[in-house]
């Protein structure tokens, strides 16, 4: 590992009072040895803090994570539609079929295993119009483990497969579940990644009524929201049915009701640096976490 490497990385405060904390605590304890209690208490709360950070998907107290699309797209009325997991075989095609009878943009975080197993399929997303971005190599549980080789190495590799898949390199990681931990945010500065995770989603993997997963979705709809969905491991209604093929026409249906429309995530990042927006390159925060 080269750390130079990191050097243009910028931490948030809560890193960089972790980082004096830990460096600090040490160096108090041998001044005054009878503070370690004290020390150590305050070294343990600042590293549970990290660890909510990192498994709070929303949250951006260790990076920068969009929770919600810049301000500039949320006035013009964009909003985006992400879809994990896939590419599925099965259910994929079906789901480009419903965009494009709506003339709807989504993007879509591909394993890049499922990727190197379903090619042309993958390219038909980005033919169609949608985007393809980085949801990890294989979808392992143990990525918020790793430390920053770790992280760079799963990233890396599946930014290269996705590449070679699509000929489209991706800007945006979504972690499997949004788990992460605070050796990501480096990685990804250096990789030219932005973490992207949602404004609300369905629970479309768990949940097998069609209209409680609308429903979710639907609360609170508004101008520059990051909607999540899946097609892969999607549940499937009583009727055998995946979730997202029922729940996706409505969706549309809803979104131009409400003089909304979708685009992808590239789009919103493309438009946002054309209009020179100050709150982006990796800054973008959103309010709420």
């Not at 549940?235 to 055998?240: H, K, L, N, Q």
Request: with cysteine.
């Amino acid at each position: 590992m080269t750390l130079s490497a990191y050097r243009n990385w910028q931490p948030t405060p809560l890193m960089k009072t972790s980082f004096v904390l830990t460096l600090a605590a040490p160096l108090a304890i041998a001044i005054h040895p009878a503070i370690w209690p004290w020390a150590l208490a305050v070294v343990v709360a600042d590293h549970l803090l990290l660890t909510f950070a990192g498994l709070w998907p929303r949250c951006s107290w260790a990076g920068s994570n969009w929770t919600s699309l810049p301000p500039a797209s949320a006035e013009r009325g964009e909003i985006a539609i992400t879809i994990d997991d896939g590419p599925d075989p099965e259910i994929t095609p079906a789901v480009l079929d419903v965009l494009d009878r709506y003339g709807a943009k989504a993007t879509f975080f591909c394993i890049a295993e499922n990727a190197q197993s379903y090619p042309d399929l993958c390219r038909d997303i980005v033919k169609r119009g949608h985007g393809v971005e980085n949801h990890s190599m294989q979808h392992k549980y143990h990525l918020p483990f790793l430390l920053l080789d770790g992280w760079l190495a799963e990233l890396n590799t599946a930014q290269d497969a996705l590449t070679k898949v699509t000929g489209i390199r991706p800007r945006f990681f979504r972690p499997p579940v949004g788990l992460r931990n605070p050796w990501l945010d480096p990685v990804l500065n250096r990789l030219d990644l932005q973490l992207a995770s949602w404004s609300r989603r369905g629970f479309d993997t768990v949940q097998r009524d069609p209209q409680v997963v609308l429903a979710r979705l639907l609360k609170g709809l508004k101008a520059g929201d990051i909607l999540l969905l899946h097609d892969r491991n999607a549940a499937r209604t009583a009727e055998d049915v995946p979730v997202i093929l029922e729940v996706l026409p409505a969706l549309l249906d809803a979104i131009a009701a409400a003089k909304l429309h979708t685009v992808t995530l590239g789009e919103s990042l493309d438009r946002s640096r054309h209009m020179q927006e100050p709150l982006f390159n990796r800054t973008h925060q959103t309010a709420e976490t």
